[in-house]
T-cell receptor
Framework: DSGVTQTPKHLITATGQRVTLRCSPR?????VYWYQQSLDQGLQFLIQ???????AKGNILERFSAQQFPDLHSELNLSSLELGDSALYFC????????????FGEGSWLTVV | AQSVTQLDSHVSVSEGTPVLLRCNYS??????LFWYVQHPNKGLQLLLK??????LVKGINGFEAEFKKSETSFHLTKPSAHMSDAAEYFC??????????FGGGTRLMVKP
């Protein structure tokens, strides 16, 4: 158990809908990351937050947004969903410092039908 | 920019035989390198990491990896495969600011 908690574990929704994925980082970790794992793109970095502030952006679509709250949990919002958004979305967290290990949650499986 | 290439998309070994999963990286500076494992329908678990200390890194479950700067390689090895090692393995480089770049993954199959 990495200590990173993600909900829901599985989600099925229709095209055009909006969903929110939730992540609780390990206790004390200030950094939260979101990654997308799909069959055609592999594992891709989406976005990073540090103590509530956006720190880095990767290949995140404009239809997607994220935020980190004062209690350090994070949410990834996916809107106007398309079939191609079906993927496993990972949240990860790390302590302060660039060399610290990044710990991953078990992911949220999103299926868009 | 950093990049990672896993040279084999699939590796098949017999139980009890050695495992070698190959990884090459490119980086403009001394990187931090990791191996993560993903079992079916599970999250990513850290196997080991290299952060410019000893070049031979020991990880969990008997895995180890050797950082070779001259060859820009970070291959993962295990002396004797177990059935429970069957999974997907990812070689990962840590870019500045903890942005991870993942290799394409190697699926390890272990035959009885």
């Amino acid at each position: 158990d990495s200590g990173v908690t993600q909900t829901p574990k599985h989600l099925i929704t229709a095209t055009g809908q909006r969903v929110t994925l939730r992540c609780s980082p390990r206790s004390g970790d200030l950094s939260v990351y979101w990654y997308q794992q799909s069959l055609d793109q592999g594992l891709q970095f989406l976005i990073q937050y540090y103590n509530g502030e956006e720190r880095a952006k990767g290949n995140i679509l404009e239809r997607f947004s994220a935020q980190q709250f004062p209690d350090l949990h994070s949410e990834l919002n996916l809107s106007s969903l398309e079939l191609g958004d079906s993927a496993l979305y990972f949240c990860a967290s790390s302590a302060q410092g660039a060399e610290n290990t990044i710990y991953f949650g078990e992911g949220s499986w999103l299926t868009v039908v | 920019a950093q990049s990672v290439t896993q040279l084999d998309s699939h590796v098949s070994v017999s139980e009890g035989t050695p495992v070698l999963l190959r990884c090459n990286y490119s980086s403009s500076y001394s990187p931090s390198l990791f191996w993560y494992v993903q079992h079916p329908n599970k999250g990513l678990q850290l196997l080991l990491k290299y952060t410019s200390a000893a070049t031979l890194v020991k990880g969990i479950n008997g895995f180890e990896a050797e950082f070779k700067k001259s060859e820009t390689s970070f291959h993962l090895t295990k002396p004797s495969a177990h059935m429970s090692d069957a999974a997907e393995y990812f070689c990962v480089v840590n870019n500045a600011g903890n942005m991870l770049t993942f290799g394409g993954g190697t699926r390890l199959m272990v035959k009885p």
